[in-house]
């Protein structure tokens, strides 16, 4: 990663740790409905969890594109970087939550607040990303944060299973600081960020990193 710009690589390796953390939770969910959340009840706790992943995927739709046009008329990188950065902070709450989740409702609030710290985040990267991609490397830089994703999200969806004998709150503290660490990872670029323009994008986004 010696040829890659300062930018990328900082953005691709806070990709690592949000996809890692995710990844490390994933797995182990459903079953902490069923056990926390519905006492053993399959049927309901798979309602619950088909609701949560409802509100999630339709808050954070709804919201991308306000956030991303918004994002687009204002100058400067800096509101980018503002929301990218508050985003993760924002979803970074969500797996502490969940150590204190006893119900259904609980579940959903989380889910929501998750879905409007990524749906600040997500087109924010994606700007971001694109912007100071390396001209002529631009397949082989959106691949590049792909497979590391990947990696991350795989490797830590194995050991999410591994933790599950110790414990669900192992899990979501592990995943809360992964979070964590992919938004202070971000402060590495913050003097990089253009606070005056948005320079010329050089390649559209194609594959999502979330």
């Known amino acids: 990663m010696k040829r890659i710009n300062k930018v990328i690589k900082v953005l691709i390796i806070s990709d690592f740790f949000l996809n890692s953390a995710w990844g490390l939770f994933s797995p182990v969910f459903a079953i902490f409905v069923v056990q ?27 919201l991308q594109i306000p956030i991303g046009r918004y994002l687009d008329k204002t100058d400067g990188e800096s509101d980018d970087f503002m929301f990218m950065f508050l985003g993760l902070l924002i979803a970074s709450l969500v797996p502490f939550g969940f150590l204190f989740s006893t119900t259904a409702w609980h579940t959903y609030i989380f889910q929501i607040l998750h879905a409007i710290g990524m749906a600040m985040m997500i087109p924010s990267w994606y700007a971001i990303f694109t912007r100071h991609i390396d001209k002529g490397k631009e397949a082989f830089e959106w691949g590049l944060d792909s497979t590391i994703l990947g990696i991350g999200a795989g490797i830590t969806g194995a050991a999410g299973g591994l933790l599950a004998v110790l414990g669900f709150h192992w899990i979501f503290i592990f995943s809360g600081v992964f979070n964590l660490i992919s938004a202070i990872i971000l402060l590495l670029i913050a003097r990089d960020i253009s606070p005056k323009k948005k320079t010329a994008s050089r390649f559209p986004p194609i594959i999502s990193p979330f």
């Open 36 to 62: 926390n959340i519905t006492g053993g009840d399959t049927i309901k706790a798979a309602e619950v969890a088909g609701f949560g992943a409802l509100f999630y995927w339709v808050v954070k739709s709804i």
